[in-house]
């Protein structure tokens, strides 16, 4: 079955610097993968989905962006950080085609000073 | 718009009580609907979908299309149960999901 990955898990960096987080998937091939931001009181917010190796598509302008160099390995990063960028990061994927189960991963706690 | 309302944000009940966490939907198109549940210190995780009609840990939902609502329900509550529970919308034809701002349930003794 299908694991997922990411690192680091916890994160403090100052306003305007770079950010990257990374996510990796065992266990699949071909999946669909994603980046939501959780936030109290807020839910899951869709940030990037990719159905393949440099695909990505982006569901909320911001100040971040995301890759994905190989198809197990999803990438979220940003130039130059905002306060705003504070959160919980879930990298998350699925399998096959059409709507299926997501897997998701432990998360990263971002917090920008 | 696609959009995913969860009125609640906290739910108490007392054990053996019943539990109804609430989702309302909005598509246009033909729903697949989920609820995702994380329990303490724990990766969120599906719970079940509408498309599998199945009980899991004693739950249900049932998908009502006229009122676009796929509420959660469970007879007896108990202590285990408590947990962030987030109802999720998948648009066909797409890879997207929209998920609900979620409902903390608590169980108490």
């Known amino acids: 079955s299908q694991t997922i990955h990411q690192w680091p898990a916890t994160l403090v960096q100052p306003v305007g610097s770079p950010l990257s987080l990374e996510c990796t998937v065992e266990?699949?091939?071909?999946?669909?993968l994603y980046w939501y931001r959780q936030a109290a009181g807020r839910g899951l917010q869709l940030l990037f989905y990719?159905?393949?190796?440099?695909?990505i598509s982006s569901e909320v302008p911001q100040n971040l962006s995301a890759s994905r160099p190989q198809d197990r390995q999803f990438i979220l990063s940003s130039k130059k950080l905002l306060l705003s960028d504070s959160g919980f990061y879930l990298c998350?994927?699925?399998?096959?085609?059409?709507?299926?189960?997501?897997?998701f991963g432990p998360g990263t706690r971002l917090t920008v000073t | 718009a696609q959009r995913v309302t969860q009125p609640e944000k906290l739910l108490s009940v007392f054990k053996g009580a019943p539990v109804e966490l609430k989702c309302n939907y909005s598509y246009s198109g033909s729903p697949e609907l989920f609820w995702y549940v994380q329990y303490s210190r724990q990766r969120l995780q599906l719970l079940l979908r509408?498309?599998s009609r199945e009980s899991i840990k004693g739950f249900t939902a049932d998908l009502n299309k006229g009122e676009t609502s796929f509420h959660l329900k469970k007879p007896f509550a108990q202590e285990e149960d408590s947990a962030m529970y987030y109802c999720?919308?998948?648009?066909?034809?797409?890879?997207?999901?929209?998920f609900g701002t979620g409902t903390r349930l608590k169980v108490l003794a």
């Open positions: 266990g699949t091939s071909n999946p669909n």
């Open positions: 998350a994927c699925t399998t096959g085609t059409g709507n299926y189960e997501q897997y």
């Open positions: 509408h498309i």
């Open positions: 999720a919308l998948g648009t066909s034809g797409t890879y997207k999901y929209i």
């Open positions: 990719s159905v393949g190796i440099g695909q």
